[in-house]
């Protein structure tokens, strides 16, 4: 990484400096109850993680916090470069969310010929909360905050090399953030410059090089003393 390569470099594995990485996915609805939902995503979704997930459906908008409650691998398929890519099938439940504002989204995405399934459901909340489920068409969409935490293992003022359980593209350019002492935080935009497997680890893992980008001067001014402490 060019800018790792003009700033000196510290490694900081013994400190556990954590961070997040802030990531949205839009995510394909499998079907969903009053009571949860589930999703195919190419994210790997911990169990009892607690994540936002976000409909809009003709006008509606709906945004719930749900935490996983399952999760296993459900097929692979090819990317645009010929990678094989993991998707996920998660089942969620709701955590936060009304019976009546629940039916009332199920309303707008359920598959055409299923409003008797829907009105039977809003009427027998209680009793049907988690059991019955409507299958969605091949059109349901929702987008998951999904901010994934991840461990520094170098750092310069022009970069960092950070390992997380999840592979990001290369090239691609995300908000992150970093966790400092004495409660002082750093938010940047990063670029994604590289993404290695790390070999000997379970479960998985993945090295990745980020490269800071647009970060705001007094943030710019607490990594800058953050690295002067290191030196």
């Not at 009546?100 to 199920?106: A, N, P, R, Y």
Request: proline letters at 4%.
């Amino acid at each position: 990484m060019e800018n790792k390569r003009r700033h000196n470099r510290f490694a900081i594995d013994s400190m556990k400096i954590k961070g997040r990485i802030m990531l949205s996915k839009i995510v394909d609805i499998i079907d969903i109850s009053l009571g949860g939902i589930s999703l195919k995503t190419d994210r790997r979704l911990n169990i009892d993680n607690e994540y936002i997930l976000k409909i809009e459906e003709k006008g509606l908008y709906f945004s719930v916090k749900a935490s996983v409650v399952w999760a296993s691998l459900h097929e692979s398929r090819k990317s645009a470069n010929g990678d094989l890519v993991p998707i996920y099938a998660v089942g969620m439940k709701f955590n936060d969310a009304s019976n009546d504002k629940i039916s009332e989204l199920i309303k707008f995405i359920a598959s055409p010929g299923q409003e008797k399934q829907v009105a039977a459901a809003t009427r027998l909340a209680k009793d049907l909360r988690f059991h019955m489920r409507l299958r969605i068409s091949d059109k349901g969409k929702a987008v998951l905050d999904c901010p994934e935490e991840y461990a520094i293992r170098t750092i310069s003022m022009g970069g960092m090399l950070i390992e997380t359980g999840n592979a990001l593209p290369v090239e691609e350019k995300i908000p992150m953030e970093i966790s400092l002492p004495e409660n002082n935080s750093i938010n940047f935009l990063a670029r994604v410059v590289s993404c290695t497997p790390v070999t000997d680890k379970s479960p998985e893992a993945y090295a990745i090089g980020i490269e800071f980008l647009n970060m705001p001067s007094d943030h710019s001014k607490l990594l800058d003393g953050f690295i002067s402490m290191l030196a």
